[in-house]
């Protein structure tokens, strides 16, 4: 059984950084793309960053625009989501997520190619 523990949210000042991690077991980690999306109150969730399983290719939501950088440690079955420059409308809950089958190539940005969950983790940015 798949597991996906996020951590790494808090409450950070607008312009600040923060380090989700995503922490997975039971699945051969070197062989998934990873991904993380977010949703807001009241919005719908949103892509936020995936990476292949080579780690080699990554793709972006439009918003991100340089700010966040996804990354793996195939070592520590853990994929992190550096978020720099953060701004309020930042503010959600973000996810990790596992690709849904082993596959080259990254996946994303829809949420149906991704077939594991974490329970997320709350990053609030204050102005």
């Known amino acids: 059984q798949v597991q996906l523990v996020e951590s790494g949210g808090g409450l950070v000042q607008a312009g600040g950084s923060l380090r989700l991690s995503c922490a997975a077991s039971g699945l051969t980690f070197r062989l998934y793309g990873m991904g993380w999306f977010r949703q807001a109150p009241g919005k719908e969730r949103e892509f936020v960053a995936a990476i292949s399983r080579t780690a080699g290719d990554t ?3 439009d918003f991100v625009k340089g700010r966040f950088i996804i990354s793996g440690d195939n070592a520590k079955n853990t ?7 953060l ?11 596992a690709d849904r089958i082993a596959r080259p ?15 997320g983790t709350q990053v609030t940015v204050s102005s």
Do not use: H, I, R
Request: charged share 15%.
């Open 59 to 61: 793709k972006y939501g």
């Open 79 to 85: 994929v992190y989501l550096q978020m720099n420059s």
């Open 87 to 97: 701004k309020p409308e930042d503010t959600a809950v973000y996810y990790c997520a």
């Open 105 to 119: 190539g990254v996946v994303g940005p829809e949420g149906s190619d991704f077939g594991s969950w974490g329970q």
